[in-house]
């Protein structure tokens, strides 16, 4: 078991090893995608929209230690609401410019960082309240994104009819690559170790 345990903690480093550059990015790294990335220091790639919500999380989190508003529950969650409600009307109004889709972002962070606070200081009942308003919330964005990728920015891209991989998704393809050789060399050497 314990053999096991490590087999798997040492291919999650082997894995990260190969992807940490975009980990943090999973749009196609591509041109058609560049308006949807951030390039930051050591050549790491970021989705600009979860950059931004989780910046927005970490804000919120840090101002409401510092600053302690009293708030009743009930306006926690009217603040937590309309905040995670906002991606939701981006995605139904179909709002491509970018600048209010990043402030979106930020600000449902704030949000979630809201959340995230019931849970950790209201009774029982707040904390039970807030875990199913952040799920719901959760579940409809995913939904509603899912819709709006149907006829995603790749479509009428050439690649798409190409049987090579397409430039957005090489780099990811090779590091998998990679990552599967290493998982095959290791299961060889236990498998021949074990019917040897």
């Known amino acids: 078991m314990k053999k096991i345990i490590f087999l798997r903690f040492k291919s999650l ?12 990015a999973h749009h196609p790294l591509c041109d058609r995608f560049k308006d ?13 929209g979860c950059f931004l919500v989780m910046f ?12 302690n508003p009293s ?6 969650f009217l603040l937590a609401l309309f905040c995670i409600s906002l991606p ?18 930020l600000v449902t962070g704030f949000g979630l960082a ?23 919330g959760y579940i409809l964005f995913i939904k509603t994104r ?3 990728q149907e006829t995603d ?15 957005g998704l090489s780099q990811k393809a090779i590091a998998m690559q990679k990552y599967s050789e290493y998982l095959t060399k290791i299961h060889e050497k236990s498998l021949r170790k074990k019917y040897t």
């Open 114 to 136: 809201g959340l995230v606070w019931v849970v950790f200081t209201a009774e029982l009942d707040g904390k039970i309240i807030g875990i199913v308003i952040g799920t719901i």
């Open 153 to 167: 920015i790749c479509e009428g891209c050439p690649s798409l009819s190409s049987v090579e991989i397409c430039e």
């Open 13 to 24: 480093i082997k894995r990260w090893q190969l992807s940490w550059k975009f980990n943090f």
């Open 88 to 105: 939701l009307m981006v995605e139904l109004l179909k709002i491509e410019n970018r600048k209010i889709k990043h402030l979106i972002r």
């Open 56 to 67: 927005g999380v970490a804000l919120g989190i840090t101002s409401f230690f510092i600053l």
């Open 36 to 48: 949807h990335v951030w390039h930051i220091p050591f050549g790491i790639i970021v989705c600009q």
């Open 71 to 76: 708030l009743a529950l009930f306006e926690w």
């Open 146 to 148: 899912k819709k709006k």
